[in-house]
């Protein structure tokens, strides 16, 4: 690895999730010496891929990496395959949509229908959910053994109170997930807010994302006839994609 290039990512992975952090805190994170990583956020700043704050010492994420993740998302074959059925979804069921793709140990909402009535609300697309602590998350690692594995190689976070972060309680879960075609979450990731999702897999019958339903935990839990319209969801988009099969199989983890 390209020692340059992996310290520029740490800086950004550091900055991540609205943070502003000066080049001390920066520095002793990385342990590394303040000169240094002022070099590396200068020529990050350069390219736009951090910014300053105004009237402070402190740097935050630049709006290049808006622009990239822009580029990045529009390249998401199923992402742009989804996009109808998850309107069609949110509509039908009245409820807010994520769809989101395997991203480390995390799931990227990849694409957010935002409930379709007149409330405040946030738009999520890009923003990375514990894969452990979401429903998309669940759906991917009873599907994924690859994935799963590298989740639950280092210990998982816990958000909320109800947060599961035992392996083994988690493990226990999976097969019922997979032979399902569903995983639920209760307040696990946001307090108050609950989720029900279903794979999506392409034409090689992989899983490569999930879709989800989300709501209040109050208003929970899904319905049957949500839940069918969830699982006809995910069906459809996937047949989109060209899957052979649905629910998808369960892929190994590589050798």
Same mark, same amino acid.
């Given at each position: ?69 822009n580029v990045y998302l529009d390249t998401l074959d199923v992402r742009a395959r989804a996009m109808r059925w998850t309107q069609d ?60 594995? @590298?989740?639950? &190689?280092? $210990?998982?976070?816990?958000?909320? !109170? *109800?947060? +599961?972060?035992? %392996? /083994? ?24 807010? @609950?989720?029900? &999702?279903? $794979?999506?897999?392409?034409?090689? !019958? *992989?899983? +490569?994302?999930? %879709? /989800? ?24 988009? @996937?047949?989109?994609?060209g899957t052979p099969t649905w629910p998808p199989r369960i892929a190994p983890a590589d050798d």
């Amino acid at each position: 690895m390209i020692q340059a290039i992996d310290r520029a990512a740490k800086v950004l992975e550091l900055l991540q999730g609205a943070r502003h952090l000066g080049i001390t805190d920066l520095a002793l994170s990385l342990n590394l010496p303040p000169s240094t990583v002022h070099g590396i956020v200068k020529s990050l700043r350069e390219h736009g891929l951090v910014a300053k704050e105004r009237g402070g010492q402190r740097y935050m994420l630049g709006p290049t990496l808006l622009r990239l993740s822009n580029v990045y998302l529009d390249t998401l074959d199923v992402r742009a395959r989804a996009m109808r059925w998850t309107q069609d979804l949110s509509r039908r069921t009245g409820l807010s949509v994520r769809l989101g793709a395997p991203h480390f140990t995390d799931v990227l909402v990849i694409h957010h229908n935002l409930r379709p009535d007149d409330s405040q609300q946030m738009l999520e697309t890009g923003v990375a959910i514990p894969a452990h602590a979401s429903a998309m998350g669940k759906v991917l690692l009873a599907y994924d053994q690859g994935f799963q594995q @590298s989740v639950f &190689a280092e $210990p998982l976070r816990s958000l909320t !109170g *109800d947060t +599961v972060t035992d %392996v /083994a309680r988690l493990t226990l879960d999976l097969p019922a997930i997979a032979e399902r075609g569903a995983a639920t979450e209760v307040d696990e990731a946001v307090l108050g807010e @609950s989720s029900v &999702a279903a $794979p999506v897999a392409d034409a090689r !019958g *992989d899983i +490569v994302a999930a %879709v /989800a339903l989300v709501m209040p935990t109050s208003d929970g839990p899904a319905s049957d006839a949500a839940l069918n319209a969830l699982r006809e969801t995910a069906r459809n988009i @996937s047949r989109e994609l060209g899957t052979p099969t649905w629910p998808p199989r369960i892929a190994p983890a590589d050798d």
